[in-house]
């Protein structure tokens, strides 16, 4: 079996047949040639269906994650979407994190619930909560897994062991470790999803969304879906996609090394409380975390004294942590979720400290992120 970078370059990407072009093609092209009625030439009919760059994106994310089928979305809510009108139908139940991603929340609370679908959230860390809100009409458990902003880890093979014994379907939803970090598939996860419009995609410039399962049938209810609802990603999404995912392992390593010396830098700090980061031995989920994670991540949270208005100030005073949502990208963001990513989840069981400040450590030279960290936390630069 060849390795992750090798995939990450080769899979489902050899030199065009027609011109040798060493990169895979924009096949910006909505129709295809038959040779008569039904004579497909590459088995391309009409880029809902396929599209050759969407091909090779959806190749090489399923080497990546050592899964048999990858299918990409026009944005991670769009595979939400789709795998959960495969999964579920009225009256059944799902599991979700009681810090699930708000997009996800949203889906399952404002939208699902409108067509017959129960769900309670549960802290999945906590198995024995999992096995105590399981129900005979459970069919999915949503995991993800570090959450969103608290950096939570559940232990993916405990979680799988539940799943198989209720007859329900594991899918973790592995945005913030990427497939460099984590392949919840090897764990027992019967479908992994990803926003690739985070570590994947990787440079802040696409949005998109991913599946990837090794059951055949699964996979084809998934295509069949897909191409009902049309939620498909265009041809030059894709190929962005797909080049950023040819850099994740190198990207991933330097963003692990940066995050760990920004928590080390935050733990000594006079202003903060409490740093969320796996990586840090404290952390309750340390433990799962190096058990099941390669290394820990580049996401950091971290709460600061003085409250929301203190937060506030920190995320104002920075000057090379961007002030914005999203995450995953080359670039550092910092972000207040309480008033921002998680405004829509106040006073529901997700609900955030308002002193919470969230990062994403970027890929820049580190000395230059701690000074600029340091400044905004010594309340040194007034916002
Ligand atoms: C961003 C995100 C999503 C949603 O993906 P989009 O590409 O924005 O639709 C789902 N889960 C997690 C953990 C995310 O960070």
């Given at each position: 079996m060849r390795g992750f970078s090798t995939?990450?370059?080769?899979?489902?990407?050899?030199?065009?047949?027609?011109?040798?072009?060493?990169?895979?093609?924009?096949?910006?092209?909505?129709?295809?040639?038959?040779?008569?009625?039904?004579?497909?030439?590459?088995?391309?009919?009409?880029?809902?269906?396929?599209n050759p760059?969407?091909?090779?994106?959806?190749?090489?994310?399923?080497?990546?994650?050592?899964?048999?089928?990858?299918?990409?979305?026009g944005s991670g809510m769009g595979a939400s979407d789709v795998l959960l009108r495969v999964l579920l139908k009225p009256g059944d139940h799902i599991v979700i994190p009681h810090d699930a991603y708000g997009g996800t929340f949203r889906l399952v609370d404002k939208v699902l619930t409108g067509w017959g679908i129960e769900y309670t959230p549960v802290d999945l860390g906590d198995v024995d909560a999992l096995r105590a809100a399981v129900r005979p009409t459970t069919r999915v458990i949503w995991c993800e897994t570090p959450t969103n902003p608290l950096l939570g880890i559940a232990d993916i093979a405990a979680l799988a062991d539940v799943a198989r014994t209720a007859q329900a379907r594991l899918v973790v939803d592995n945005t913030f470790a990427s497939p460099y970090l984590q392949n919840p598939l090897a764990l027992g996860a019967d479908v992994v999803l990803h926003s690739t419009t985070k570590y994947v995609g990787g440079h802040s410039d696409?949005?998109?969304?991913?599946?990837?399962?090794?059951?055949?049938?699964?996979?084809?209810?998934?295509?069949?879906?897909?191409?009902?609802?049309?939620?498909?990603?265009?041809?030059?999404?894709?190929?962005?996609?797909?080049?950023?995912?040819?850099?994740?392992?190198?990207?991933?390593?330097?963003?692990?090394?940066?995050?760990?010396?920004?928590?080390?830098?935050?733990?000594?700090?006079?202003?903060?409380?409490?740093?969320?980061?796996?990586?840090?031995?404290?952390?309750t989920g340390h433990d799962v975390a190096a058990k099941q994670m390669r290394r820990f991540g580049g996401m950091v949270s971290f709460t600061v004294t003085g409250g929301s208005a203190a937060a506030l100030a920190v995320c104002a005073a920075t000057e090379l942590f961007t002030l914005a949502e999203s995450l995953g990208g080359v670039e550092s963001l910092i972000e207040h979720p309480a008033a921002m990513t998680h405004a829509s989840v106040a006073g529901s069981v997700l609900e955030v400290p308002d002193n919470l400040v969230r990062l994403s450590v970027g890929i820049e030279d580190v000395e230059d992120l701690a000074d600029d960290l340091r400044a905004a936390l010594d309340g040194l630069r007034s916002p």
């Open positions: 995939n990450a370059i080769h899979a489902g990407q050899e030199p065009d047949p027609s011109t040798g072009a060493v990169i895979v093609p924009i096949h910006a092209s909505s129709t295809f040639a038959q040779d008569g009625v039904g004579g497909l030439r590459a088995g391309y009919e009409y880029s809902r269906s396929a760059t969407r091909t090779a994106l959806q190749e090489c994310l399923a080497a990546l994650e050592g899964g048999r089928h990858g299918v990409a979305f696409v949005v998109g969304g991913a599946l990837v399962t090794s059951d055949d049938e699964l996979a084809d209810k998934i295509r069949f879906t897909q191409n009902s609802v049309g939620s498909v990603p265009g041809p030059f999404d894709a190929w962005l996609t797909l080049r950023g995912a040819k850099t994740l392992a190198v990207r991933m390593e330097r963003h692990s090394d940066n995050a760990e010396r920004i928590a080390e830098l935050l733990v000594g700090h006079r202003n903060v409380e409490k740093v969320y980061y796996p990586g840090l031995p404290e952390h």
